[in-house]
């Protein structure tokens, strides 16, 4: 049984730092795709970042160059490192994860995504 646990959300000022953390157990694909989406307050769900077994990421626009996905194969986890904050990227931020295919096959549909985690909610003030 896949289950991703998320942490490392909380409320910082404009500008300030996050790095959110997502701990995967039971996830054992060779080839897979994992991201980060977000759900602002509202709004629908949307992706921010993804990585694969390859190494490939990819990034939404609204984050680029601000925000950095990575993930650390021996503990299994999951990172987000946001950095330059905007009031705009407060939001429930989800780690996801597909069933053993590489993003640029997965893509940023929500419904290619089998496994998530609840959330980790993030607040930027201004």
């Known amino acids: 049984q896949v289950q991703l646990v998320e942490s490392g959300g909380g409320s910082v000022q404009a500008g300030g730092s996050l790095r959110l953390s997502c701990v995967a157990s039971?996830?054992?694909?060779?080839?897979?795709?994992m991201g980060w989406f977000r759900q602002p307050p509202g709004k629908e769900r949307e992706g921010v970042a993804v990585i694969d077994s390859t190494g490939f990421t990819s990034y939404t626009d609204f984050v680029k160059g601000r925000f950095t996905i990575s993930k650390d194969n021996a503990k299994n986890t999951l990172y987000l490192q946001m950095a330059s904050l905007k009031p705009e990227d407060t939001a429930m931020y989800y780690c996801?994860?597909?069933?053993?295919?590489?993003?640029?096959?997965?893509?940023?549909?929500?419904?290619?995504?089998?496994?998530w985690g609840q959330g980790t909610q993030v607040i930027v003030s201004s």
């Open positions: 996801a994860a597909a069933s053993g295919d590489l993003c640029w096959r997965v893509g940023w549909s929500k419904q290619q995504y089998a496994y």
């Open positions: 039971g996830y054992t694909y060779k080839r897979y795709c």
